[in-house]
C-alpha cells in the first residue's frame, strides 16, 4: 500500500436501510424489518443527494482520481454512479469491498442479540468486534484479510497513483487500520467513538514512504452543497 500516492474511501449515502435500522434500534425493535437481502438495498433519496455532493467535491479536485474501486452492494454502486457521473474517473467493482457479513446476526438490533442469542451476546463481549465472528459471518479480522489482499493489487497496479473508494462503515475503519497501521486497541477506540457518516470522505497522502491523513470522516462537502443531513451526518470529523 506504500506505493499509492493517495487513497480515499467515502462511505455510501444514507440507504433505506440505514433509516429501518435506526428506526428499530431507537424503537426497542429486536428484528430490522429490511425487506431486500443485505447487497439489494438502495439508496434513499437523502443517500442521492448526499452522492451528488461528493460529485461536487471530486470535480473540485486539483487532481482526479485514477480509478474508482466499489463495494459491489447496491447502495455504495448507486453512490457511485452518481458521485462519478461525468466525471471520467473509470469505476471497477469489486467484491473484496463488500459490507462485513453478519451471518445469524443479520436484521438484529442490540437488544435483539441479547434477547435472542444470549449465548452469542456473552461470546462477543468475551472476544471483543475484532475477532468475534458470527456463526456464518465474518469478524473483523476476516474482512482485513480480503482488504488487504486489494490494497496489495492496486498498489502494485497504480504504483505511485490515486485510487478512490466507495465502500462501507466497517471497510472505513479498517482502510484507516491498515493505512496508519494502528493496533486492535487504537481501532476499537476510534470505532467506540466515531460514528462513519453517510457519504463522509476520508484520505491519505504519501509522505515518507508511508500514508498520512487529511481527512477523516470528513462531511463538510454535505453541509456546503446543503445535501440533507442526517444523523450520522451531525458527527464532527476526527482532526488528524
Request: hydrophobic residues 40%; aromatic residues 4%.
Amino acid at each position: 500500500m506504500e506505493q499509492l500516492r493517495w487513497l480515499a474511501v467515502v462511505r455510501h449515502g444514507l440507504s433505506t436501510g440505514n433509516a429501518l435500522a435506526e428506526a428499530a434500534e431507537t424503537g426497542g425493535c429486536e428484528v430490522i424489518d429490511i425487506p431486500e437481502r443485505d447487497a439489494d438495498v438502495p439508496l434513499s433519496d437523502t443517500g442521492r443527494e448526499q452522492a451528488r455532493a461528493v460529485g461536487k467535491w471530486l470535480a473540485d479536485l486539483d487532481e482526479r482520481p485514477e480509478v474508482a474501486v466499489v463495494s459491489p452492494y447496491l447502495r455504495a454502486r448507486q453512490t457511485a454512479e452518481i458521485a462519478l457521473d461525468g466525471s471520467g474517473v473509470p469505476m471497477v467493482v469489486d467484491e473484496r469491498l463488500r459490507d462485513r457479513e453478519l451471518g445469524i446476526l443479520d436484521l438484529l438490533t442490540g437488544r435483539g442479540v441479547q434477547n435472542r442469542l444470549p449465548d452469542e451476546f456473552a461470546r462477543r463481549a468475551r472476544l471483543g468486534k475484532f475477532y468475534y465472528r458470527p456463526p456464518g459471518g465474518e469478524s473483523w479480522a476476516d474482512v482485513l484479510l480480503r482488504l488487504r489482499a486489494l490494497l496489495r493489487e492496486l498498489a502494485e497496479d497504480h504504483p505511485g497513483g490515486r485510487v478512490l473508494l466507495f465502500a462501507h462503515e466497517a471497510i472505513v475503519l479498517m482502510v484507516r487500520y491498515l493505512a496508519e497501521r494502528l493496533s486492535e486497541a487504537e481501532l476499537m477506540r476510534i470505532a467506540h467513538d466515531t460514528t462513519v457518516a453517510n457519504c463522509s470522505i476520508s484520505t491519505w497522502r504519501r509522505q515518507d514512504a508511508t500514508l498520512r491523513a487529511d481527512l477523516f470522516n470528513d462531511v463538510g462537502h454535505l453541509h456546503a452543497e446543503g445535501a440533507p443531513p442526517t444523523r450520522q451526518e451531525d458527527v464532527d470529523a476526527e482532526p488528524v
